[in-house]
């Protein structure tokens, strides 16, 4: 018995297979392209997508059909959403979190409604980016495309549906429209009806880890499935990317080191709203019973590409494995430089919306390796604040469990718990999104009683990195060097992004 966990992000989908022990019996990616219609807008061709996701589903049911599949579930990014008409078929594209589409409405309902009003309701900082300002500007502006769609579904949702489910759509998926009720786990009636946006176009709301069909025969076929296949109910990606770190419980974080460095908390309970708002954080379901989450989140893998670009040329033009030259040359011991990671729009708990990063304290004798550590320092250093101020509103991270391509560096995780003095884990499987969907597929299935048995059968440890108390002495004093310097020199921190939504606006909520 298997079961298959399906991951669609902005650029590509992956599609694995688990067996009952939680060994990966086979994996598949597919990789798309953005589409901009013109310029500045962002789109995917979701036919095109759904092509390849089913090709990568194809893939997998060959190579494990020795151990059938039983199930089946899938995970993805938040906000884009897919028009369907009645018969199950893509009738459109979907609108990016990227594309500037739908920023009036977005202002609109910060006017109307005002911030404190709407995140009683939604736990969001209200933004352009999230699925309501792009569904409002189809209605005003593709009108017959919206009256065509019998339901528009977020990615994780559609695929579901597309193999066989009912319109359905999870609480942490919901959560990323701005129209969902966290408290009462619905739809918002005041929400709809000022968006004016019918509940019938819109999903049926459930948890987690449930039954919510079967693979149609046709599909089935295609793909090469057993028939009955379960559909089970999936979720926001960051949210499987916990799930799939083992991170469910009070006290726990992710930090994924991607693009962006995003630290994920886990909430036993709702934290007071306005404690939480005031540290411009948002909230939403886990994909496990009883759990929320929220982001902090930064640049982070996207600062040491840049630096690999501007300072690594020559590695680069030889080829071979760029990192490992450029991570031999980092001294062991804290830099004498800082590195103000303001280079983009930064994220909570700053926001600061105007960029200019910094690296202080540069000398004729200091060498690249250096600059690599520091950039490294500074992306991390960047958190203590925000990790901070979790801890005086009563969810203080005890560790840290981290995935995506930075895990590969020892040196970066071992800088993270130095810096922010706690453990640090490296699981074995590091791109934990698709493996916390496949747990949801196990829980729906049967498998496992609970997300809990799931994670306790399919999620192991690879090493874990301790902090070092003489380097974090040293990395205290650095924290509170960087944090004044900041403030004579970073551009002033702000509520607002540059496009006028709110300060989530900028950054991609990613894992990888």
Not at 161 to 174: R, V
Not at 484 to 505: M, N, S, T, Y
């Amino acid at each position: 018995m298997s079961v298959l966990g399906v991951d669609v992000g902005t650029t590509g989908c992956k599609v694995a297979a688990f067996s009952a022990d939680g060994r990966c019996l086979a994996a598949a990616y597919r990789e798309y392209a953005v589409v901009s219609p013109s310029p500045g807008l962002a789109e995917l061709d979701s036919r095109r997508v759904w092509a390849l996701i089913r090709d990568a589903l194809s893939e997998v049911a060959s190579a494990c059909a020795s151990d059938p599949v039983q199930a089946i579930s899938s995970s993805s990014m938040g906000e884009a959403m897919t028009p369907v008409d009645a018969d199950r078929q893509i009738i459109g594209n979907c609108i990016l979190m990227s594309d500037p589409r739908g920023v009036e409405y977005a202002n609109e309902l910060r006017q109307t409604l005002g911030e404190e009003a709407f995140y009683r309701i939604n736990r969001n900082i209200l933004g352009p980016h999230y699925s309501m300002p792009k569904l409002r500007w189809l209605q005003a502006h593709q009108p017959s495309l919206f009256a065509r769609a019998s339901c528009f579904l977020l990615w994780g949702d559609l695929v579901a549906h597309l193999l066989g489910a009912d319109a359905t759509t999870t609480y942490s998926l919901a959560n990323r429209t701005l129209l969902f009720d966290v408290q009462r786990q619905d739809w918002s009636d005041q929400l709809l009806h000022w968006a004016a946006i019918p509940r019938s176009k819109l999903g049926r709301c459930v948890a987690s880890g449930q039954e919510i069909g079967t693979l149609t025969p046709s599909v089935a076929a295609e793909l090469g499935l057993p028939a009955r296949v379960k559909i089970i109910s999936g979720g926001h990606d960051q949210c499987c990317n916990a799930l799939g770190a083992g991170v469910i419980h009070p006290g726990l974080a992710v930090c994924g080191l991607g693009t962006y460095e995003c630290i994920t908390p886990v909430f036993g309970r709702l934290p007071p709203e306005g404690r939480l708002r005031a540290l411009g954080l948002g909230a939403e379901h886990h994909v496990v019973p009883g759990r929320y989450v929220s982001f902090l989140y930064n640049q982070g893998g996207s600062l040491v590409r840049w630096y690999r670009d501007t300072f690594a040329q020559c590695e680069r033009l030889e080829g071979g494995d760029v990192y490992a030259v450029l991570s031999a040359e980092m001294p062991d011991e804290p830099t004498s430089l800082t590195v103000l990671p303001y280079f983009e729009p930064s994220g909570p708990p700053d926001f600061t919306a105007l960029a200019g990063g910094a690296i202080l304290g540069l000398s004729t004798s200091t060498r690249r390796g250096e600059i690599l550590r520091a950039i490294i320092e500074g992306v991390t250093m960047y958190f203590v604040k925000g990790v901070r101020m979790l801890a005086d509103i009563g969810v203080p991270v005890h560790e840290l469990v981290a995935t995506g391509g930075g895990t590969r560096s020892n040196q970066w995780l071992q800088i993270t718990a130095d810096i922010l003095a706690v453990p640090v884990r490296r699981p074995v499987v590091t791109e934990a999104t698709v493996l916390g969907a496949g747990i949801l597929a196990g829980v729906g299935a049967g498998m496992f009683a609970n997300q809990d048995e799931g994670v306790e059968v399919m999620v192991r440890t690879s090493v874990v990195f301790h902090p070092d108390s003489r380097r974090a002495s040293l990395y205290r004093d650095k924290v509170l060097q960087a944090e004044q310097i900041a403030g004579f020199l970073k551009p002033g921190a702000v509520r607002r992004d540059p496009l006028g939504g709110g300060p989530e606006c900028r950054p991609p909520l990613r894992s990888a």
